[in-house]
């Protein structure tokens, strides 16, 4: 049967690895593989973005821009660079 053809797990695999390891550098999730095998493990960070519906892109982006004091000029800037408020995004 071609949904479970070897070539079509290896995709998925490859696919959810690489979205795992991606949240896990945004630190939203722990993501540990060992012996072939695969343990997620949500933080606080992915519970709030989860909760919020923040995407990992916005994530990402507040990353280098996120203190813990800010102005509030900074927190508009902040929220500017939010991917769910651009228009382009």
């Not at 053809?5 to 630190?27: G, W």
């Not at 995407?55 to 280098?64: F, K, N, S």
Request: with cysteine; net charge neutral; glycine share 4%.
């Amino acid at each position: 049967m071609v949904a479970n053809s070897a070539a079509l797990f290896e995709k998925r695999h490859k696919l959810i690895t690489t979205a795992a390891r991606q949240l896990a550098k945004l630190e939203m999730v722990d993501f540990s593989e060992q012996d072939g095998l695969a343990a997620f493990t949500i933080k606080d960070g992915g519970r709030i973005a989860a909760k919020y519906y923040i995407r990992h892109q916005t994530i990402e982006a507040w990353g280098p821009i996120f203190k813990p004091e800010m102005s509030e000029a900074d927190v508009l800037r902040v929220l500017s660079t939010s991917t769910e408020v651009c228009a382009h995004a």
